[in-house]
């Protein structure tokens, strides 16, 4: 499995390059073309290790906090950290996620950047009322007088194969549906280090999704040095001409893999990885529909009231006519995340196969 | 409180000179903790006052507020942050397995106390071998308890059945003491179809109705404010029995224990808390975690009975459970009780404690200070076990553990329809579309999807 996946991190970075050359302006070419040259190769958990060593080397006033965080926390991604940049800025917290985002707002409003970890997405939720009544409400409740910009709360996401309810979910509609945060999950270490970079940096509370199952077996060239990637901009990392496929983070590889298999059958996709989830990009997916005609949107979180939902309902409002079939999603069910029918719960290849091929042949 | 203002005469006799008793005499439908009366700026004109009167005459002087008579002090003194000395451990049992003279204890009987012995041993294999066959890969995950197998039976041992267990994760010699089988754990870690959670959830989140064991959720800390709202119901019931609930010293910190404790003591429920100071959470020291003499001092704070117990020490735990147990149940009040210990494991499979900590600590405490052995020894003093019958023990658990675990591997996983049920008590159109869906999915895609889950 690990080799599987490696080899799609290696797979996809081509695919990137690709569109590197077909789409990208020739200023963000030539910065992809020095990126390739001077990068180095990395899974994400490391490329996310760079940004917070960046991040904190460059900002006197950034700090690094969470349960188990000192030791490294428990997918490595502050290794190193405490060592180099002493325990007044890189710390342990109490066992108490309401806490951590609670004292992540006071320390961003004072003008800090304030990098919160919460140790799974799953546990997010006691920080619910933090995230939702405090940090994003924190700047137009005042009238812009106070904000809490500085805050970025970093938590891993998603299914691992074993995780069971508690390690396993998928929660960004939750956060979706609360205007004054954005939401952020990237694909790859590359993208990783950049968006994080750039959320740290944005001066808004931003909680941005790590998907932990590629924390290890993504792996592909990262730059060394410290560059952002923008937020609120969608990417098409495929193009193609009968489909549009949307989706985020870990589910892109599936998702690849199903516009491989599809173009065997004479279908060709066109992929975008939305990479921010609110604000959202919809120019790029309704440029993308308006081509081809359909769209396909797949999350692995519960398919009702996820986001694909929103997404649907935007590119209806602007593509009615354009639109030769139903949006199809394809997403996890509306269940809690279950232990032995995870194969059966998540959206796998043949299920984004199936939907591609029967809303082409609608 | 302008009534209990009122009730005090001293303050009466200020208040006259002020003129406002006639205020304070005509407002006795306002409500006794109300807001207002915080505001009011005859009453901050009155405390100095007050002040200043203390200073001249009696210093003896009480205000009568909510919750009874506050004495006045002119002395500006801080509450210290800690006590000159450190809460003391109740033990029973010295390291030596020696019973300390005058030690107050329950008496347990050789019965009980070969069942406590048994039991703990039982949970140290059943947690080696379920942990090799993690390694092994046979199970996706596991976590012992080891160094913590006197709070678990202990504890167990001093409740009846009709109380109602609401655990952490660190807990399953709880239910072992109440009769969950050798095979139900196996089963559990399995996920196979006779797990009773339906393999739903990671290996040891065990859970049974039969057992009056609520299911094991991995939130840290959310299940305390259940216990409470189960203990205020088999009071309302007048049930002849409590709620215990268990917890970690990093599970403290959340705010779910405070608000537990809070509601424990307010709504005078028969819940007792048993924290496992197991000095860890994961990575995490206990220094991290708070600063206060442990978890035992919170319990003054919020209004809770409290005591600190050697958790390794199983005699003392059984002892203070029971004691804990009768007052909660005929005093209809929460009781809190921090049993010092360690965890000599690593968190979980997941985890390699030796990048946090010294070898020298774990080995220490899982020598030194193992409360199976300390148990063992005194059992042994009284002439209630021997070398034959340990030797026997040990190899008839470790033959049934692993036949459970063989067993265990070779039944079927639950089918594909307990996915869809159980989220409702019955199934909504879309999770019956869903199922649909699915299963002509995999009649499409056979190969996706696991053999031994039944369609
Ligand atoms: C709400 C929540 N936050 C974080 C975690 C991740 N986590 C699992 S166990 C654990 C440490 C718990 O320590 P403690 O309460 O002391 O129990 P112990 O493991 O020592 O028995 C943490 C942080 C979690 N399970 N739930
Ligand atoms: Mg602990």
Redesign the pocket.
Known sequence: MAAKLRSYGRGLAPLLWRRGLSNASSSTMIQQQQQQQSGKSMNLYSAINQALHIVLETDPRAYVFG??VSFGG?FRCTTGLVDRFGKNRVFNTP?C?QGIVGFGIGLAAMGNRAIAEI??A??IY?AFDQIVNEAAKFRYRSGNQFNCGGLTIRAPYGAVEHGGH?HSQSPEAFFCHVPGIKVVIPRSPREAKGLLLSCIRDPNPVVFFEPKLLYRKAVEEVPEDDYMLPLSEAEVIREGSDITLVGWGAQLSIMEQACIDAEKDGISCELIDLKTLIPWDKETVETSVRKTGRLLISHEAPVTGGFGAEISASIVERCFLRLEAPVARVCGLDTPFPLVFEPFYVPNKNKILDAIKSTVNY | MALCFAKSRNIVHRISKLGTLGLLRSSPSLPASSARDFKNPIHGALCICSARRFQSTDTKQFLDFPGGKVPFTPEMRFISESAEERIPCYRVLDDNSQLIMHGNFGQVSPEVAVKIYTDMVTLQIMDKIFYEAQRQGRISFY?TTIG?EAINIASAAALTIDDLVVP???EPGVLLWRGFSLQEFADQCFSNKSDGCKGRQMPIHYGSREHNYFTVA?????QLPHAVGAAYSMKMDGKDACAVTY??????S?GDFHAALNFAAVMEAPVIFIC???G???S?PTSD?FRSDGIVVRGRAYGVRSIRVDGNDALAMYGAVRAAREMAISEHRPILIEALTY?VGH??TSDDSTKYRPIDEIEWWRKARDPVTRFGKWIQSNGWWNGETELELRSRVRNQILNAVQKAEKVDKPSVSELFTDVYDVLPSNLCEQDELLRRTIKRHPQDYPKDVPL
């Not at chain 2, 917890?247 to 403290?252: A, E, I, Q, R, T």
């Open positions: 349960e188990d428990v066992l996620e140790q799974f799953d546990y006691p508690y | 976590l913590e952490q994760y660190r991995s939130t840290i800390g959310s917890f970690g010293d990093g599970g403290s959340e496992r100071n197991n860890w959470a994961i995490t975690q965890r968190h979980s």
